[in-house]
């Protein structure tokens, strides 16, 4: 990261005077209201923002808590260790760590070295995100999010290690920067480059940190990942070769882990495409179709009328 930045993130806060002069804890005040250790919002975020950043709090242990916003943490220097849902992680330079609402944190104590940047994220944050963005549907980018507002089974939080990614480095030091130095339009510059963050990590999800309790949040990205690449000529048995197992065991782990079978999910990837090229292209209908996969183009008008509820020409004119 920018020397520069890492200077302006390093000074001493007030709060950390404090623990240097000889307080053992956290001010409670400084987070909460509540008799339970939940980090409000409302505290850390002024009014009307949906996204803001600080330094995390160094040279004291965090106790457990959680949050009623979405925290993403970026390590500019240094590590700092999580206990996260009884989970140890290390976070270190160049990472990222992504918490559920409902996940529960501790951090052991950081050194004036170990220099990390906290983003605090209201959800809706998020839906301006995709608005925004004009981009084609992707559901590994919806499904990073979704696992990010609600208790899901696969995981409370994200790990990626992508240190050595530049195009991942160099957005989120664009947002710290636009952060900290209060650039006129900086929610939606952020709002942009949330969204492109997003993408490229939905492409880097070999990168998430592999511990065997994310079993199925892994295997869960692996099919959303293959089906947002392959959706044209994507099949089960391809899939199941490529991670080893058995179709029908796969069809079932599908079905249970996302809530629908492959081809379903094969389907809507498609649709969303095919609807994205109506918006945004004049391609004849017929080559949008065979664009995203389908060579009957009866059997596309009738699945895009029942997804839509309106054929493929009144959607591209509605």
């Not at 559901?139 to 050595?164: E, N, P, T």
Request: aromatic share 10%; glycine share 4%; with cysteine.
């Amino acid at each position: 990261m920018n020397r520069e930045l890492i200077e302006r993130l390093s000074v001493v806060t007030r709060e950390e005077q404090e623990i240097l002069s000889g307080r053992k804890e956290i001010d409670r005040t400084l987070y909460t209201e509540q008799s339970q250790l939940i980090i409000d919002s409302r505290k850390m975020l002024e009014c009307g923002r949906l996204i803001q950043i600080r330094p995390h709090t160094r040279f004291v242990h965090f106790p457990r808590h959680r949050h009623n916003y979405v925290e993403v943490i970026y390590m500019c220097q240094g590590q700092t260790t999580h206990i996260i849902d009884d989970v140890r992680v290390i976070l270190k330079e160049g990472e990222l760590l992504f918490l559920n609402q409902n996940a529960f944190q501790e951090i052991l104590p950081a050194g004036p070295e170990d220099i990390a940047v906290n983003f605090i994220i209201l959800p809706e944050f998020f839906d301006a995100t995709f608005r925004m963005m004009g981009e084609d549907e992707h559901i590994l980018r919806d499904f990073l999010v979704d696992c990010l507002r609600q208790d899901h089974s696969y995981g409370r939080y994200l790990h990626f290690k992508v240190a050595d990614i530049l195009p991942i480095q160099n957005l989120v030091e664009n947002m710290v920067w636009t952060l900290l130095n209060n650039q006129p339009s900086k929610r939606s510059i952020n709002q942009f480059t949330m969204g492109l963050l997003l993408l490229q990590l939905a492409y880097h999800t070999d990168r998430l940190s592999q511990d065997a309790r994310d079993f199925d949040q892994q295997l869960s990205f692996q099919v959303l990942r293959y089906i947002d690449d392959h959706y044209r000529d994507g099949q089960l048995t391809r899939l199941a070769d490529l991670l080893g197992y058995e179709v029908p065991w796969l069809s079932r782990a599908i079905k249970q882990l996302l809530g629908r079978t492959y081809k379903e999910l094969l389907q809507i990837k498609r649709l969303n495409q095919a609807a994205f090229l109506l918006k945004t292209t004049r391609l004849p209908v017929t080559d949008v179709c065979a664009a995203v996969g389908y060579d009957n183009t009866s059997y596309f008008h009738r699945i895009f009328r029942k997804y839509y509820g309106m054929s493929p020409r009144e959607y591209r004119t509605s």
